[in-house]
């Protein structure tokens, strides 16, 4: 079982960290504000997700060389990087949302990186959706405020290629969108959404 670093600054005051899912890389835990007794959610993300997959990487050619992988890892770490930032811009929109703070960590012991992100304690709709029964005018909610969110992102040049209920959170009343998976409009070279792109929960 996956044990939270308790890294500093991003974590500094927290406590009682108790691990609420991991799966391929990403670990999520939750912590409570010692001072304020406020709770928390930590996700760890992993790049890469664990040791063997650098060798997997370079093995395939999609890393040239061992010492290369960091330089790779790196980039990735970026792109999250600024993902997050432009979420963080977007959330000024009623129907985004992004998380408050985010810290990287340089690997010690393997090429790679550690994410943190911390954010509010915040519902998703797949837990929603399990302990409630929805009526229809929950339902008609769910899709206007995830259509305002979407528009949000096309109207700043972004589509979302991961739109699934666990990036999908209650707050405040009301449902908004996070998650990684932006691709920039600009960047795609057809008039329709090019298939790398496509996906399951790609909107």
């Not at 835990?29 to 997997?56: M, N, Q, W």
């Not at 943190?116 to 929805?134: E, G």
């Amino acid at each position: 079982m996956p044990e939270l670093t308790m890294i500093s600054p991003l974590l500094n005051g927290m406590t009682d960290p108790e691990l609420w899912s991991s799966h391929e890389g990403t670990s999520v835990y939750r912590v409570r504000h010692e001072s304020t007794g406020l709770y928390f959610i930590v996700k760890h993300i992993s790049v890469p997700e664990s040791a063997e997959t650098t060798d997997i990487l370079v093995e395939q050619g999609i890393i040239p060389a061992f010492n290369q992988a960091s330089d790779y890892y790196k980039s990735i770490v970026e792109q999250y990087r600024k993902e997050l930032v432009q979420f963080h811009t977007l959330s000024q929109a009623p129907n985004i949302c992004s998380c408050l703070r985010f810290q990287v960590v340089q690997k010690a012991d393997q090429p790679g990186f550690d994410m943190y992100l911390l954010s509010p304690c915040r519902t998703s709709l797949l837990d929603f959706l399990h302990d409630v029964t929805i009526s229809r005018k929950t339902a008609i909610q769910i899709g206007i405020d995830l259509c305002n969110a979407l528009i949000v992102l096309r109207q700043n040049g972004f589509i979302h290629q991961n739109v699934k209920p666990e990036n999908i959170f209650l707050e405040k009343g009301k449902f908004v969108l996070s998650g990684f998976g932006l691709a920039d409009v600009a960047t795609l070279q057809h008039t329709a959404i090019a298939k790398p792109y496509v996906g399951c929960f790609s909107a």
